[in-house]
């Protein structure tokens, strides 16, 4: 579901500046997590509460996304597109 829902999201706006693109991506990824959130299935909150060097999986879906639509929008801000 998430590859799709990304591969959309990249034919959808694939003449979009580069920045622009790039945050379009970082919120499809927090779309995608809080939709994951929202399942809630029994199966998916054990393998969210595992540790990747010190911090818990469901930070790094959670921040991540964050991450990239700050960095896209840092990049828009500056004026190189």
Not at 33 to 56: C, E, K, N, T
Request: charged letters at 10%.
């Amino acid at each position: 579901m998430g590859l799709k829902l990304f591969s959309t999201t990249l034919y959808m706006t694939w003449d979009a500046p580069p920045p622009s693109l790039w945050a379009l991506l970082g919120g499809t990824g927090l779309v995608l997590f809080v939709i994951i959130q929202a399942a809630s299935f029994h199966h998916v909150d054990p393998m969210l509460g595992y540790r990747f060097s010190g911090l818990r999986i469901r930070s790094l879906l959670e921040m991540g996304p964050l991450l990239v639509i700050i960095i896209g929008s840092a990049w828009r801000r500056r004026g190189q597109y």
